[in-house]
């Protein structure tokens, strides 16, 4: 999607094993979530950022951390990846003065064997 | 239990018939949106809703906004192959930062 960017797209990882997660936005937004999306539960809230180095969570956030030292990067790291946090996770952005998302990243496939 | 269900979860039909998705909760909402996504792909916007009330109609799509804000229906007139995706509805709640997202209406619509 133009001007946002998530990286890895696929990653197979090891249970136990931490694993980092990248957002790039080029838009200057000022918020940046992270979902998942799981069969049968849409896409699910995990953390989301208002600014550099402000964070808060949201409603799946156990076993996860984020990081904003900049703008442009928001970085979703799982501290002990568990089988259970296999998914598809996405980076969306908003610029604050809507009431809706205005990007959706392409989205990274997680799979912890 | 999550915040919005929606229902159903999947419908196939064919090409031509009328469909209604609904997406329902138990907290007020300041606003709710609908996404549309494809595989492989994020959730792109059809349209935000405000107002209890407000109805929205983008070409063949009806969006609809309770009048208590707690619900909304999205319905499809002659769906077209076209229409085929995931639904997605979503409300925000508390300070208007957390958003939400309905648990997904899988659609096919078959030639």
């Known amino acids: 999607d133009a001007g946002i960017t998530q990286s890895p797209r696929h990653k197979v990882t090891e249970t136990g094993t931490p694993v980092t997660l990248r957002c790039h936005q080029t838009?200057?937004?000022?918020?940046m979530y992270w979902y998942r999306q799981d069969p049968g539960h849409g896409l699910r809230l995990i953390h989301y950022?208002?600014?550099?180095?402000?964070?808060d969570k949201g409603e799946v956030s156990d076993g996860y951390s984020v990081s904003r030292s900049k703008t442009e990067d928001f970085l979703l790291t799982l501290e002990s990846a568990t089988s259970s946090q296999t998914s598809v996770y996405f980076c969306?952005?908003?610029?604050?003065?809507?009431?809706?998302?205005?990007?959706f990243g392409s989205g990274t496939r997680l799979t912890v064997v | 239990t999550q915040l919005l269900e929606q229902s159903p979860q999947f419908l196939s039909i064919q090409e031509g018939e009328n469909l209604t998705v609904y997406c329902n909760s138990s907290?007020?909402?300041?606003?709710l949106q609908w996404y549309r996504q494809e595989p492989g792909e994020g959730p792109v916007l059809l349209v935000t809703?405000?107002?209890?009330?407000e109805v929205k109609k983008l070409k063949r799509l009806t969006f609809q906004f309770g009048d208590a804000r707690k619900d909304s229906s999205l319905h499809i007139t002659a769906a077209q192959p076209g229409d085929t995706g995931l639904y997605l509805c979503?409300?925000?709640?508390?300070?208007?930062?957390?958003?939400?997202f309905g648990t997904g209406t899988s659609l096919t619509v078959i030639p």
């Open positions: 969306a952005i908003r610029a604050g003065k809507g009431v809706k998302f205005d990007t």
């Open positions: 838009e200057n937004h000022r918020y």
């Open positions: 950022s208002y600014g550099v180095k402000d964070t």
């Open positions: 907290s007020v909402f300041s606003s």
């Open positions: 809703v405000v107002t209890g009330g």
């Open positions: 979503a409300g925000a709640v508390g300070t208007g930062n957390q958003f939400y």
